[in-house]
C-alpha cells in the first residue's frame, strides 16, 4: 500500500474476501495535490480513458455505456488538465465503427484524480471523433458545446441529475434478494437502515468516496424504493460539466462493482411487477428561475416542455416505456402532466420551490439509462432556443 497506507477509511466497509483493490487517495486540498504531484511527477502516470460506447447491446437495455483502457504518460500532467494525448481505438468493437474503417479518436475533454488507483494517476473523460477526425454521431457532448451561445450561457444554466441503479447478483436475482421468492413488499426500503432493508451499501459507499475523492459534484445518495436500488446525485452544475461527472460517477460504479461482485444496472424497468423502475430525474433552472419571481419562468419553461413532450420521450431512454406506466411515481408515457410536489407528473415542482415562488423544476421523465448529454440540450433547445 505504500505512500497511502493508513489513510484508506475504505477498508472496514469492504468484503474481507476482496482484498485490497481498493485504495483511495486522502482527501487533499489543491495544495497538498500539487506537493504530492510534484513529488510523484518522475514516475509514470497511468491515465484511465473513457468514453461512451455506441452499442445498445444486451437485451436492448443497455445504453451508451462506458468503456475505458489505460495509457501510461511518461511525463504526468495535473488532474484537471485536457491536454492528454489523443488516442484511438477499434471502433468496430464498441458499436461505432465498420471493421474495415474501424480506428475512433479519443480526445481527452475532463480529467480528474484516479480515487482508485490513488497517486497522482488520472481518469481521463473522452469524446469520440470518426477516423475523419469529426464529431462522431454518439458524441452528444459536441452538440450541447454548439449549442451554448451567448445568451444560453448568460441564463447559467443549472442541473441536478438524480442517477438511479439497480444492483444484482450474479445469480440473476436483483442484489440482496431470496433466491426463491420476493422480499417483502414496497415500503420499508426507501432511505431506510437496517440489514432487513437494505442491500449493498458497502459498493455504495465506496462509490461515494470515490466520486468525492475524484472531485466530482457529487451531491447525495439515497436507498430506493425498490430493495437493491440506489441513487446518487449530481450537482447542481453546469450542462457540460454535468454530463461529464455523471459519466465519470457511472464508469467509477462499473469498475466498483467489480471488486465487489455486484452488478449494477441502468435499466429502466429492471423488475416486472409492482416494483418500482429506476429514473434519472432531471432537475433544471435558469438564472431567471432562480430569481425573486422566478416561478414565472418556471411555468413558461413548463408550457413550452408540454408542447414537445413526444420528442423528449423519443429521447429520454431506451426502454423507458416499460416504466412510465402511470403508477409507482411516474406520469403515463403518452400524457404530459405536470404539478406541484406531484411525483405522478411528468414535470415536477418541487414544494419548496412553489412555496419560494422561485428555484427550479424536476422532469421525471428520463430513464435511468438516458444520456445526460442529451437530458441537458434537450431542456436547454426546448426552454430557451425554440
Ligand atoms: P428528490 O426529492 O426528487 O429525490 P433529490 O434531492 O434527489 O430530489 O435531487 C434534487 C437535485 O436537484 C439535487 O441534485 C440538487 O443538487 C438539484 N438542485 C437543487 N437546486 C437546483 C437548481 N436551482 N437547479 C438545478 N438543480 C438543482
Ligand atoms: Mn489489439
Ligand atoms: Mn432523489
Ligand atoms: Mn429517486
Ligand atoms: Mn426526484
Not at 56 to 80: D, Q, W
Not at 110 to 122: E, K, L, T
Not at 146 to 156: A, G, I, P, R, Y
Not at 352 to 359: E, F, Q, Y
Request: glycine share 10%.
Amino acid at each position: 500500500n505504500g505512500l497511502l497506507s493508513g489513510d484508506s477509511t475504505l477498508g472496514s466497509c469492504l468484503p474481507n474476501e476482496l482484498g485490497n483493490s481498493f485504495r483511495p487517495l486522502r482527501v487533499s486540498s489543491s495544495r497538498t495535490r500539487l506537493a504530492r504531484f510534484v513529488t510523484l511527477a518522475l514516475i509514470a502516470q497511468k491515465a484511465e480513458y473513457i468514453w461512451m460506447d455506441g452499442q445498445e447491446g444486451m437485451k436492448g437495455i443497455r445504453f451508451n455505456e462506458m468503456r475505458s483502457k489505460t495509457k501510461v504518460i511518461p511525463k504526468p500532467l495535473m488532474a484537471g488538465s485536457t491536454n492528454f494525448p489523443e488516442w484511438s481505438f477499434d471502433g468496430s468493437s464498441t458499436g461505432q465503427a465498420e471493421g474495415n474503417n474501424s480506428d475512433c479518436i479519443l480526445k481527452p475533454v475532463f480529467s480528474c484524480p484516479d480515487p482508485i488507483r490513488g497517486d497522482h494517476h488520472v481518469l481521463v473523460l473522452c469524446e469520440v471523433l470518426t477516423p475523419e477526425g469529426k464529431p462522431h454521431k454518439t458524441n452528444t457532448r459536441r452538440l450541447i458545446e454548439n449549442l451554448l451561445s451567448d445568451d444560453v450561457l448568460e441564463q447559467e444554466t443549472l442541473f441536478g441529475f438524480e442517477q438511479e441503479y439497480t444492483m444484482f447478483a450474479r445469480s440473476g436475482h436483483p442484489y440482496g434478494w431470496p433466491d426463491a421468492g420476493y422480499p417483502a413488499p414496497q415500503g420499508p426500503f426507501y432511505c431506510g437502515v437496517g440489514v432487513e432493508a437494505v442491500y449493498g451499501r458497502p459498493l455504495v459507499e465506496a462509490h461515494l468516496d470515490a466520486c468525492v475523492k475524484a472531485g466530482l459534484k457529487i451531491s447525495g445518495i439515497n436507498a430506493e424504493v425498490m430493495p437493491g436500488q440506489w441513487e446518487f446525485q449530481i450537482g447542481p452544475a453546469g450542462p457540460l460539466e454535468t454530463g461529464d461527472h455523471v459519466m465519470i460517477a457511472r464508469w467509477l460504479l462499473h469498475r466498483l462493482s467489480e471488486d465487489f461482485g455486484i452488478i449494477c444496472t441502468f435499466e429502466p424497468k429492471p423488475m416486472q411487477g409492482d416494483w418500482n423502475g429506476a429514473g434519472a430525474h432531471t432537475n433544471y433552472s435558469t438564472k431567471a428561475m432562480r430569481e425573486d419571481g422566478g416561478m414565472t419562468a418556471i411555468k413558461a419553461a413548463i408550457e413550452k416542455l408540454s408542447k414537445k413532450h413526444k420528442e423528449h420521450i423519443l429521447e429520454y431512454g431506451i426502454g423507458n416505456e416499460k416504466r412510465l406506466t402511470g403508477k409507482h411515481e411516474t406520469a403515463s408515457i403518452d400524457t404530459f402532466k405536470s404539478g406541484v410536489a406531484d411525483r405522478g407528473a411528468s414535470i415536477r415542482i418541487p414544494l419548496p420551490v412553489s412555496l419560494a415562488g422561485k428555484g427550479y423544476l424536476e422532469d421525471r421523465r428520463p430513464a435511468a439509462n438516458v444520456d445526460p448529454y442529451v437530458v441537458c440540450r434537450m431542456l436547454i433547445q426546448t426552454t430557451l432556443k425554440d
